[in-house]
């Protein structure tokens, strides 16, 4: 087993550190006592303590994904805590927050609880996302007061995009007492129609019905007047259209309460590939084309997009090994995020490491409310040691979620983790190694 | 024999191929007239036509094919949804090869189908329609109507009218048509035309007399008389007086132009009976040809090594 519980003492010696929040790149060791950050730079621990040779490694804040999907409850098949927790620490992220729409939803206070409950004996921070609506039927808004009581740190229905813009109003209104954001998987379901793959070029050559970059733009903008209109905080998700990209940019010059995420298989693919008719590519809102993934690379340099999220959604074999038509939508993508946007946005894009570690660390932090100075004494340790010059293939054994279904597994990878340390355990790769 | 293993679609086929095809399905066309129009080309071969999608004239036409090679034949028919309730497409297939068998001929409603299937099993895939993705062996029938009418394809003009946006049949046939020389207008509600017809290297025209003008010959398309009245398509009537094939219309036209038609027709609808009927439509070649290019295709993709006609 990769996963360990950390020693009393632990020292990471010889590594570079990268804090994201601070701006800083500097040699140091670090010493964890107990969990927790007891010393960095010049120390004096004891002689029992772990020493971790971290010497041309990058020692940097543990990564935050806004956005996965666990499963838990009721498709524990597919997924649950712990083993979504421990795909997340091969990928280097120690804080997640969870989608609500598992079986029953996430839509009251008694399940924050279960979540908080159940996420206490789990290794990395999993924080509940709770529903906009009651059994995310898009209608009747959630005890949003009482949840966020009991831990909620934003309320989405993902998965089901919030149809009646009087619905959303009222949602984002509400939210207003409690001042976490809203985030609106956005898609127009008239629009998108019976859509399974972008509508451009590729659709009309594989004969696959499409699903235009509109149903998603007129949907952010939808909300991105919304949550102007309320004052309230919107998150927008998994941007994938230049069109979209536009209208963000263009509110978030007015509002500082908009935030966007993307995820890396928006950031790596572009719609030829689904020539493959590879069911691991059908993701909602699809893979665009080479033309938006540009932008949205250009999004994230500028800041008009503000962190990496993977919308990690396991499925398994049956409900991807099947038709087009038929297979689920959705991929797996912690283990591989790290590699991933650190090829496409440091190696092929030339943003600076540093900008890309504050798009997986501080921002994603900053947007849900989490403490982001993580490199101060006494802190609680979430790290994440990294490699980024490092080449590899990802492969099924560098999986550890329940389910396999990435596209990405056989495709070569800049930037490995290498460690991963939440609290009082510890994650060494074996792999790649 | 063929570059590739299957025929999943004439997107990037190549084009010495279907010339193999067509010329090599007009030697078959002859077995057909003869008295006794049986070869014992594909004897000993096994085939099965895997239905998950109603279809009358497209698997008559493959069976006929079969038997006239003398290959042994079975079918199985599905409806889609019982597909998607019971026993997975995959465990389908696998069940099917496991009794071993040579080749499959596939009709699926989902685009792809065709192709996810060779990640299954092992045996040769023919593609009968793969939901409104490709129907390969129906283009190169008209393709092979039009050789026979012309003694060409390069530099026909060929006008496709209908639905194109929901049509396996103009796929195949604007992928073959253009890489076999001719030029392809495509016509039709606007609504019922991809928007993204970059790549594909036709022409769109929304005036029919225009295209009817311009083409040597009209492939007609089916248009579902579900669509009609509901959503895409306003009436029946409107329909007909803007994209129908009507008597007045081409009388209206000083000029000889080949009718074709994949069937089935809605006559009144998309065509009249009388043009349908007349000596200008080849629909009836094209259904005889139906035969013989599915024989060619089976005879070159299940190693057929005797040659044709042999007794």
Known sequence: MSLKNLSKHTVLKAGTLLDPYN????????????????????????????????????????????????????????ETLDTGSLSAMAGGFTRVCVMPNTNPPLDSP???????????????????????????????????????????????????????????????????????????????????????????????????????????????????????FTGAKLHVPHVSSAKAVQHIRTMK???????????????????????SYDTNLKVAPPIRTESDREVLIKAVKDGTIDCIATDHAPHTLEDKETTFDC????????????????????????????????????????????????????????????????????????IHSKSGNSPFIGKDLKGTVELTISTNSIYKSQIIK | MLKQKHLLGLEGYPAEDIQTIIDTAFNFREVLERPIKKVPSLQGVTIVNLFFENSTRTRISFELAQ??????????????????????????????????????????????????LTEFIDAIIINAGDGTHEHPTQAILDMMSLHEKFGRLRGLKIGIIGDIVHSRVALSNIYGL???????????????????????????????????????????????????GIGLVPSNREYRATFGITQE???????????????????????????????????????????????????????????????
């Open chain 1, 23 to 78: 701006k800083r790149t500097y040699r140091a060791d670090l010493w964890i006592k107990d969990g927790f950050i007891e010393s960095i730079g010049e120390f004096n621990a004891p002689k029992s303590a772990e020493i971790i040779d971290c010497k041309g490694k990058i020692i940097t804040h543990g990564f935050c994904d806004l956005h996965v999907h666990f499963r838990e409850p009721g498709r524990e098949d597919k």
């Open chain 1, 110 to 228: 008694e399940m924050m609880n279960f979540i908080k409950e159940k996420a206490e004996k789990c290794p990395i921070h999993i924080h509940p996302i709770g529903a906009v609506t009651k059994a995310q039927n898009g209608k009747d808004i959630t005890e949003m007061a009482l949840m966020f009581k009991e831990g909620a740190v934003a309320f989405s229905d993902d998965g089901l995009p919030i149809q009646d813009g009087a619905v959303m109003r009222i949602a984002l209104e509400y939210s207003t007492l409690v001042g976490v954001p809203v985030i609106n998987h956005a898609e127009d379901e008239c629009l998108r129609s019976e859509g399974l793959m972008h509508e451009g070029i590729i659709s009309t050559h594989l004969g696959l019905p499409g699903n235009p970059d509109l149903a998603e733009s007129a949907m952010v903008h939808r909300d991105l007047e919304l949550a102007d």
């Open chain 1, 253 to 275: 010059r007015k509002n500082n309460n908009i935030t966007s995420e993307v995820t890396p298989h928006h950031l790596f693919f572009n719609d030829e590939a689904l020539r």
């Open chain 1, 327 to 398: 297979a689920s939508f959705g991929m797996i993508g912690l283990e591989s995020a790290f590699g991933v946007v650190n090829k496409v946005l440091v190696q092929e894009s030339g943003m600076e490491l540093i900008d890309l570690i504050s798009l997986l660390t501080v921002n994603p932090r900053k947007i849900m409310g989490f403490d982001s100075d993580l490199f101060s004494e006494g802190a609680m340790a979430e790290i994440t040691v990294i490699d980024p010059d490092r080449d590899w293939t990802f492969d099924k054994d560098h």
């Open chain 2, 67 to 116: 038997k006239r090679l003398s290959a042994d034949t079975v079918n199985f028919s599905a409806s889609s949804s019982s597909l998607k309730k019971g026993e997975s497409f995959k465990d389908t297939a696998q069940n099917i090869e496991a009794m071993k068998i040579d080749a499959v001929v596939m009709r699926h409603p989902t685009p792809g189908a065709a192709k996810h």
């Open chain 2, 178 to 228: 253009t890489s076999m020389g001719a030029e392809v207008t495509i016509c039709g509600p606007p609504n019922l035309i991809p928007s993204f017809l970059q790549d594909l290297n036709v022409n769109y025209n929304d005036n029919l007399d225009e295209v009817i003008d311009w083409a040597d010959a009209l492939n007609v398309l089916r248009i579902q008389r579900e669509r009609m």
């Open chain 2, 249 to 311: 219309r081409l009388n209206k036209h000083e000029k000889e132009i080949i009718i074709m038609h994949p069937g089935p027709m809605n006559r009144g609808v998309e065509i009249d009976g009388f043009v349908a009927d007349s000596n200008q439509a080849i629909i009836l070649d094209q259904v005889l040809n139906g035969v013989a290019s599915r024989m060619a295709i089976l005879y070159l993709l299940c190693g057929g090594k005797a040659n044709v006609g042999e007794n």
